[in-house]
T-cell receptor
Framework: GQQVMQIPQYQHVQEGEDFTTYCNSSTTLSNIQWYKQRPGGHPVFLIQLVKSGEVKKQKRLTFQFGEAKKNSSLHITATQTTDVGTYFCAVSGSARQLTFGSGTQLTVLP | DAGVIQSPRHEVTEMGQEVTLRCKPISGHNSLFWYRQTMMRGLELLIYFNNNVPIDDSGMPEDRFSAKMPNASFSTLKIQPSEPRDSAVYFC?????????????FGSGTQLSVL
């Protein structure tokens, strides 16, 4: 299936600091999705990016899709304790199955 | 509006026993996915159904695993016989028509422990 690398694996930030996680693919992607999983919870869909160079915002979250559609990022401005969790990117494979990245686990220190 | 419903929430069993996990997708959704999550391997797709038909089961680990979707509102994942390495959280997810691999709605998962 489609492979995607996600970095970093872990990130600890002080509350109020910014946070960014990245997903990279060696092949061109048709689209990319982002999910958040709270500790002990299940993945929850955040957004889907489809167009080259697309930028979408959800309050303090900014999602970008690279011009070549091979990478994407999720940036959180001024993190809060409610942002704690693991953030996953997910991409569609050749059989249209959805493959998840390894995730970035975010810890926000109060 | 009920989401994806999975049962049981927790299952503890002994090695060699049969385990059956159940899933009720969101009404009207026609794609259903079974994922397994572990610390070592992350979220792995096991099998994917579309309109009750298995489309991709390449992620099913081995013959001990089987999945069925007898109708649009119910699916099962069976492990027989279970082994300690099957211990994981098993998630079921569904998505609406026309969005087979977009915006998956996940259930709360089944935490499986095989002793």
């Amino acid at each position: 299936g489609q492979q995607v690398m996600q970095i970093p694996q872990y990130q600890h930030v002080q509350e109020g600091e910014d946070f960014t996680t990245y997903c990279n693919s060696s092949t061109t992607l048709s689209n990319i999705q982002w999910y958040k999983q709270r500790p002990g919870g299940h993945p929850v869909f955040l957004i889907q990016l489809v167009k080259s160079g697309e930028v979408k915002k959800q309050k303090r979250l900014t999602f970008q899709f690279g011009e070549a559609k091979k990478n994407s990022s999720l940036h959180i401005t001024a993190t809060q304790t409610t942002d704690v969790g693991t953030y996953f990117c997910a991409v569609s494979g050749s059989a249209r199955q959805l493959t998840f990245g390894s995730g970035t686990q975010l810890t926000v220190l109060p | 509006d009920a989401g994806v419903i999975q049962s049981p929430r927790h299952e503890v069993t002994e090695m060699g026993q049969e385990v059956t996990l159940r899933c009720k997708p969101i009404s009207g959704h026609n794609s259903l996915f079974w994922y397994r999550q572990t610390m070592m391997r992350g979220l792995e797709l096991l099998i994917y159904f579309n309109n009750n038909v298995p489309i991709d089961d390449s992620g099913m680990p081995e013959d001990r695993f089987s999945a069925k979707m007898p109708n649009a509102s119910f699916s099962t994942l069976k492990i027989q016989p279970s082994e300690p390495r099957d211990s994981a959280v098993y998630f079921c997810a569904s998505s609406p028509p026309g969005h087979a691999n977009e915006k998956l709605f996940f259930g709360s998962g089944t935490q499986l422990s095989v002793l």
